[in-house]
């Protein structure tokens, strides 16, 4: 709790361990096990999945430099937690500094091992599989407190369902997250992916897409920038509000979310300035081209956002006002992106309830009761937790 307000973060985050796929991945895997590859000259974890680095960029020269200048201003704020290599007590002890009650609990790098497009579809589950049951193990330091979310992948939707059944029924996760760009040529609204939306809807749990700076998809938005300058940068700054931008027009547009109308989706980690003019877009670009598609909508994709949907404010968005002035406050969650480097931590929650034109009551809602619908919580249950 933070001046009188219970505070939920949305979408905080663990920093992976080599004994994700070491201890954990299934029997029939151990073999071709992602391996674990320790901290490599950008200052990240990787790994080598079937000869591939991930993240892509673990070793490359160009960058060093850009990851140095982010990573450098808070060394001494998080020397304690990567001491510990970042454990739950660290995590508990972080979300004591900032005053969250309770945090949702996403990956950070483990998704990257499944953004390969021809990964075999069964080791892309296995890989899946491997991180959601680690997850499971980190978060019984605090149950009450800390809450898993499982990881799958569209290289097969009906092991993606399956496993997002098995993780939700047998191991109390609370979301199934995924990528936001394409792999192995499938989609949101690929019609074989509709086993999984069902499945998921049926679960009460929503769909958290997240995108990542590290894919290795070959339909990937920062792609384009391998190789040339800057690439850093221009990977961290447009891929998680493209690849956002362009999942919610193929849940909203696309037709997934009439076909699911109990399906909940998250947008995370890719701000929400961007939010009031593309669904603006949507919409007019739906009634200039809709009336002659095969797929059919019986509202416009704004409404189904208002419906069904909720997007992530960083903690920190200066635009968050303007959002809320045109669109209202009852569809947007926050989070402070702890541990990551280029992160408000741990002034996050501070910064969050002194952003100016954004009043209280809207304030209260995005730190809380938003969150509580998004995942389907029980309020009572979860503060007798």
């Known amino acids: 709790m933070k001046n ?3 505070v939920m973060d949305c979408d905080l985050h663990v920093l992976e361990d080599g004994r994700v796929f070491e201890d954990y ?50 060394e001494d704020v998080y020397r304690a ?15 004591d500094v900032e005053g969250i009650d309770v945090a949702v609990m996403y990956r950070t790098l483990a998704h990257m091992t499944v953004s390969i497009d021809d990964l075999d579809p069964d080791y892309a589950l296995a890989c899946c599989r491997a991180f959601n049951a680690w997850l499971t193990d980190y978060c019984r330091a605090d149950s009450g407190r800390l809450k898993p979310t499982a990881i799958v992948t ?3 939707p009906e092991a993606a369902a399956a496993e997002a059944r098995r993780a939700v029924r047998e191991d109390g996760h609370v979301a199934v997250v995924l990528l936001p760009m394409p792999v192995a040529g499938r989609y949101i609204h690929s019609p074989e992916c509709d086993v999984l939306w069902s499945e998921i809807a049926a679960l009460g749990v929503p769909v958290g897409v997240h995108g990542t700076s590290g894919a290795a998809s070959r339909d990937y938005a920062a792609a384009r920038y391998i190789g ?20 919610m027009a ?35 670009q739906w009634e200039k081209y809709g009336g002659g598609e095969k797929i059919r909508l019986d509202a416009l994709p704004s409404d189904y956002f208002r419906r069904q949907c909720f997007i992530a404010t960083e903690s920190d968005e200066g635009m968050l006002d303007v959002v809320i ?14 541990p990551h480097s280029d992160g408000p931590y741990p002034h996050g929650v501070d910064g969050f309830l002194a952003l100016d034109g954004v009043g209280r009551d809207s304030k209260r809602k995005i730190l809380w009761d938003n969150c509580l619908r998004l995942y389907g919580f029980d309020e009572a249950a979860l503060l007798a937790s």
């Not at 680095?53 to 850009?66: C, F, H, M």
């Not at 040339?228 to 509000?241: C, D, E, G, Q, V």
Request: with cysteine; glycine share 10%.
């Open 4 to 6: 009188g307000l219970h």
């Open 25 to 74: 991945m299934p029997e029939a895997y151990r073999d071709r096990r992602p391996r674990y590859r320790g901290i490599g000259p950008t200052n990240v974890p990787w790994w080598e999945v079937e000869g591939r680095p991930i993240p892509p960029w673990a070793n490359s020269p160009e960058v060093v430099g850009p990851q140095r200048a982010v990573d450098a201003p808070t």
């Open 81 to 95: 937690a990567k001491e510990s290599g970042y454990d739950a007590p660290s995590t508990l002890t972080a979300m």
């Open 154 to 156: 569209l290289h097969d």
């Open 228 to 247: 040339l300058p800057n690439f850093r940068t221009l990977n961290h700054t447009t891929a998680f509000p493209l690849e956002l931008m362009q999942a």
């Open 250 to 284: 193929a849940f909203t547009s696309g037709g997934v979310l009439a076909r699911f109308p109990e399906l909940r989706v998250g947008f995370l980690e890719g701000g929400c300035g961007w939010l009031p003019w593309w669904l603006e877009r949507l919409d007019d």
């Open 325 to 338: 002035d045109k669109l209202g406050d009852d569809n947007i969650v926050v989070s402070t992106d702890y």
